[in-house]
């Protein structure tokens, strides 16, 4: 199979950090996305690794490690807007981008 | 660039009907996949085409089919409805590896 899993819920303060992780099957691998999802919205793109290490975009960090099976998302300087579901998504080859079940997060004041 | 449009937004139909679902893909843009997804399952994966050929399928029954045109824009189907079949309907496009991109999808309620 090619389970991804990732945690169903967590809570943090405004302002504070967060680092969501997301384990998956690494036979097929092709890279990684992380998407955010707002309820009742289409998910938007957030990060992509292929390779193996952090990238940094603004606010939002991603981290692969491909031998790990691993990767987290970090989320710096909580925003309100930021309380939404994030999903971790596997390409495995070059046609099937599978999900994990969301994470979903609640940012309190 | 336009995005990803799915038509309709919403769409109730009753226990064994049949649906079909349009996707308009971003331009230039030729791999099309679709996803159900519920509060319980997340995004499940349905299929993938790419230039008018299903290259891959996930763990749907056969109640569940698509199609690709020549001009990329994609349809799926649902036959014989059943209630668990309600849920929102995605689909993204893109054109390497890089930036899949979704519709707003369509919800589906079956009553």
């Known amino acids: 199979g090619q389970n991804i899993d990732q945690p169903t819920e967590m809570t943090a303060t405004e302002g504070a950090i967060v680092q969501i992780n997301c384990t998956y099957q690494?036979?097929?691998?092709?890279?990684l996305f992380w998407y955010q999802q707002h309820a009742g919205e289409a998910p938007t793109f957030l990060s992509y690794?292929?390779?193996?290490g952090l990238e940094e975009k603004g606010r939002f960090s991603s981290f692969l490690s491909r031998s790990k099976g691993y990767s987290y998302l970090l989320l710096k300087e909580l925003q309100m807007k930021d309380s939404a579901s994030y999903l971790c998504?596997?390409?495995?080859?070059?046609?099937?981008?599978?999900f994990g079940t969301g994470t979903r997060l609640q940012v309190f004041p | 660039k336009a995005g990803v449009t799915q038509t309709p937004r919403y769409l109730i139909k009753t226990r064994g009907q049949q649906v079909t679902l349009s996707c308009s893909p971003i331009?230039?843009?030729?791999?099309v996949s679709w996803y159900q997804q519920t509060p319980g399952q997340g995004l499940q994966f349905l299929f993938e085409?790419?230039?008018?050929?299903?290259?891959n399928k996930g763990n749907f029954p056969g109640r569940f089919s698509g199609r690709q045109f020549s001009n990329s824009r994609s349809e799926m189907n649902v036959s014989t409805l059943e209630l668990g079949d309600s849920a929102l309907y995605l689909c993204?496009?893109?054109?390497?590896?890089?930036?899949?991109?979704f519709g707003s999808g369509t919800r589906l309620t079956v009553v």
């Open positions: 690794n292929v390779l193996d």
């Open positions: 690494t036979s097929g691998f092709n890279g």
């Open positions: 993204a496009s893109r054109e390497s590896n890089y930036g899949y991109t």
């Open positions: 331009s230039g843009h030729r791999s």
């Open positions: 998504a596997v390409l495995y080859n070059t046609d099937k981008l599978i």
């Open positions: 085409y790419f230039s008018e050929t299903q290259r």
